[in-house]
Each structure stands twice: as C-alpha cells, then as structure tokens.
C-alpha cells in the first residue's frame, strides 16, 4: 500500500504540477496578449492622432494661403493707389473702395485663420489685416488732403498719391510689409515649416 500511496502522490503532484505548469502557460499566454493588444491600440491611437494632425495642418495650410492671396489683393490695389497720379481724384476714389471690398474678402480669411488656424499666426493674422485697414486710411487722408489743397503743395499732374504725404505713404506700406512678415512666420511655425 506504501507503494500505491506513493505512486498515487507521485501521480497526484505530476497532475498537479502539470496543471500548475499549463495555468502558468495560460495566464502567461494571456498577459502576453493583452500586452499585445495594449500595444496595437496604443499604435492605433497614435496613428488615429497623427492623422488628425495631419488633416488640420492640411485645413490650415489652405486657410493660411487663401488669406495671403486675398491680402496679396488688396496690397496689390493699396500700392497702385499710393502710386497713381493725382490728376484724377475721382478714380482714385474708386480704386479706394474696391480696396475696402477686398479688405472685406480678408477679413472673411482672417476669421478662417482665428478658427482653424494657430493662435500665434490667427494673431499675426489680425495685425497683418489691421496694417491693410491702416494703409487704406492713410490713403482716404491722403486724398482727403489733396482735395484740400488742391495743387497749393505744388503737385502736378505726375505727382502721386503718396507725393502728398511721403512719409505717411512708406510708413504705412512698410507696416504692412513687416506684418505680412511676422504671419508668414508665425504661418510657417504652425505648419512645422520653420527649419525649412
């Protein structure tokens, strides 16, 4: 009977053994799947963020462009204006008012910016905008003056515009140049483009 016992607990502790070794396996196998699937989700979770940063950076890029050209616009107008001839203060009156519609068309853009936009470069924005609205007062005071004076500053028919008040005229295209500076910068930060 000593024998059987024996067999019998030898038998007993290589079940159990075996039993403890395939629970061991089991739950070694499970841990290892959960880490496994920890691991493709976390990978999916960062492949789902990379493409969300992604796709935003392509909606700002295309918000940032559109605003440039529509305020590429308007410095194209506000430039040809400070550089007319002021013989016709009525034309020049007209060319001031397509300016301020187009002036609209980048605010529409800068609201664009404020929402899809960067903080820094919807801020640039703003300031690039405000140089372009300066720049068209300046102008409205510019012809403002030249009704005044009607030829008593000595302009002629090949004075221009910004003849009236050099000074204002070039401090307020180089407020805007500097602007634009500062939101291409500020643009090119948000975008990850500033080492290019």
Not at 3 to 9: D, F, G, M
Not at 82 to 105: C, F, Q
Request: hydrophobic share 40%; charged share 25%; net charge neutral.
């Amino acid at each position: 009977m000593s024998q059987t016992y024996i067999a019998l607990v030898g038998a007993g502790g290589a079940v159990a053994g075996a039993v403890a070794g395939a629970l061991s396996t089991g739950l070694f196998g499970i841990k290892v799947t959960r880490t496994q699937l920890a691991g493709q989700r976390e990978g999916q979770f960062l492949d789902l963020q990379e493409q969300h940063r992604t796709r935003h950076r392509e909606i700002s890029r295309t918000t940032y462009v559109d605003l440039i050209n529509e305020a590429n616009k308007a410095m194209k107008d506000i430039t040809a204006v400070m550089h007319s001839k002021v013989v016709n203060v009525d034309s020049l009156l007209e060319r001031a008012e397509s300016i301020n519609s187009k002036l609209e068309s980048v605010s529409e853009r800068i609201t664009m910016v404020e929402l899809e936009g960067e903080r820094t470069a919807a801020r640039t924005a703003v300031s690039y905008w405000r140089s372009m609205e300066d720049a068209t007062s300046t102008i409205a005071q510019l012809l403002m003056r030249l009704a005044e004076s009607s030829g008593r500053q000595g302009l002629n028919s090949n004075s221009l515009l910004r003849d009236v008040d050099p000074l204002s005229a070039q401090q307020a295209l180089e407020t805007i140049r500097r602007s634009r500076s500062e939101f291409m910068e500020a643009a090119r930060s948000a975008l990850g483009n500033n080492a290019i």
